[in-house]
């Protein structure tokens, strides 16, 4: 277990460094300069303002100096500066992370929720019952998140009143009327993920021979299903859970412009429309480490859950 650990240890520690110089150097190959966004206007910028903008903000310096200075910031918590909305990074990303945070939250208790039941339901019931979830699973992972936005924004927000088609509320009341649909949205395809990963998963249990066992020595079969069933099947299960828990963090951007979600995700469109480069290297860096972080923690919580993943990767 411990050579587990470390090497996964090791082995997120090597991906945070590698993106981290992706990220800051990708954005360095974007067009244009971004000290002009400084000056504005539609004439051409004063060069002496440039140079003076340039050295204020330490943008003529190398790459691996600037790149430095950027990432031991960003590990003392400062991202620095925005040119574009005339603001520290942090100041940006505290006042809209909570919105994210509220909506991925919201947006994995439907996925855990509906993606499990329907799963699990499906593979213990057979028949057509697990046909039809077999079928809209497969349709839930093949639509896209902002044709599923842009459809329940007009039906249940337009249409039907019954939500808020855009904007953002305060307290229970205010994030049920305006953050259930963009959940929903956000969630829709990993319902269809996870439940059919589930009913995978429990009907391998069901056909395997400890559960024939249980059954035969006349074990109450909800007690089989609990015990047989369920916990065997609990590791996968886990697993593509945690993997759809850290796709959220890729899809928020589209739902929050689609429903005008004041989020960071909104906000690194927003950063890299207006070529904002601190922003979006902030933001990116964010979303990637908590990206593989997540995964990380599901394969040490599945490892621990099914000891048979430390022994296959020991093997």
Known sequence: MSRFLLTRAAGLLIILAVASVAIYGSMLLAPGDPATLLVGGGKPPNPELIASIHREYHLDDPFAVRYWRWLTGALHGDFGSSLAFRDSVNHLLAERISSTLTLAGYAAAIILLAGITLGTVAAL??????????ALSAAAMAVPTFVIGALLAYVFGVR???????GSGSGISGVFRYLTLPAVALAFSWIGYVAQITRTSV???????????????????????RRHVLRNASGPIFAVSGIAMAGLI???????????????????????????????????LIMVASFVVLNTLVDLVTALLDPRVLKGRSS
Not at 160 to 166: G, Q, R, T, Y
Request: proline residues 4%; aromatic residues 6%.
């Open 203 to 225: 009907r391998a249990e069901l056909r395997s021979e400890h559960v024939e066992t249980a059954d035969s020595r006349g074990i109450p079969r909800p007690g089989v299903i």
């Open 160 to 166: 039907l009143s019954w939500f808020a088609p855009s």
């Open 125 to 134: 019931r057979g028949g057509r019952f697990e046909v039809s979830v077999t």
């Open 250 to 284: 890729a899809t928020t951007a589209v739902v929050e412009k689609a429903f005008g979600i004041n989020g960071i995700g909104a906000l690194l469109v927003d950063a890299a429309a207006k070529q904002d480069l601190a922003t979006v290297q902030a933001i990116s």
